[in-house]
């Protein structure tokens, strides 16, 4: 079926250490990602998006790569901190246009940063 | 802070009862969808409302329904209420339909008994 979903429920990282999560989608339509933050009590706090016309896009801290052929999204964090420790989702919009599918999102990893 | 406000913070209802929550899109912001997340889940979209009529809905029965008011806020209701509805309801404002990034409020809790 279409999904999107996420290969660990958990990672634990060293503060300071490079994290990357990782992201599966099965709907090769798909053609508009994002990753959310999610602190607990909170609503999703956009971190970054890319479109399925390009393969990597930075912000600060942050790198997402989308790899089309394997149908394959990670987020790389760099630096850890503290403040990073949250649930981490990716998502999809499957109109480029955005549109009244709304976004399909993944189970989530859940970061922990140990210090 | 996303500008996104949502009420009541929390909200403990039982079983057949009906339900209504509230959400103040961001300023400038005509687009507002609601998403369902149960424990340990990601966000299910329940349905998108641009400029006061439902948009799109996703995999939900008609007793969730929703109503958008000239201002842009929005109503989300439940009724019959069934013990699988407990979760955190999510609201997120877009700048315009067709617009991709959503700005998700801090959500209603809602717990069934």
């Known amino acids: 079926g279409e999904s999107v979903g996420l290969h660990l429920p958990t990672l634990s990282v060293q503060e300071g250490d490079n994290s990357i999560i990782n992201c599966a989608y099965s709907?090769?339509?798909?053609?508009?990602f994002i990753w959310y933050k999610q602190e607990s009590g909170k609503g999703p706090q956009f971190i970054i998006d890319i479109r399925s016309n390009m393969d990597k896009r930075q912000g600060q801290r942050v790198t997402v790569l989308l790899n089309k052929t394997v149908k394959h999204l990670s987020l790389q964090i760099a630096a850890t901190q503290p403040g990073d420790s949250a649930v981490y989702f990716c998502?999809?919009?499957?109109?480029?246009?955005?549109?009244?599918?709304?976004?399909?999102f993944g189970k989530g990893t859940h970061l922990i940063i140990q210090p | 802070e996303t500008g996104v406000t949502q009420s009541p913070t929390h909200l403990i209802k039982t079983r057949g009862q009906q339900v209504t929550l509230r959400c103040s899109s961001q300023s400038g912001h005509n687009t507002v969808s609601w998403y369902q997340q149960a424990l340990g889940q990601g966000p299910q979209f329940i349905f998108q409302?641009?400029?006061?009529?439902?948009?799109g809905r996703g995999n939900f029965p008609p007793r969730f329904s929703g109503l958008q008011f000239p201002n842009y806020s929005s109503e989300l209701n439940v009724n019959a209420l069934e013990l699988d509805d407990s979760a955190l309801y999510l609201c997120?404002?877009?700048?315009?339909?067709?617009?991709?990034?959503?700005?998700f409020g801090p959500g209603t809790r809602l717990t069934v008994l």
């Open positions: 998502a999809e919009n499957r109109r480029s246009g955005g549109g009244a599918d709304g976004l399909t």
């Open positions: 409302y641009y400029r006061e009529e439902e948009n």
């Open positions: 997120a404002s877009s700048l315009d339909f067709g617009d991709n990034e959503q700005f």
């Open positions: 709907n090769s339509a798909s053609d508009y």
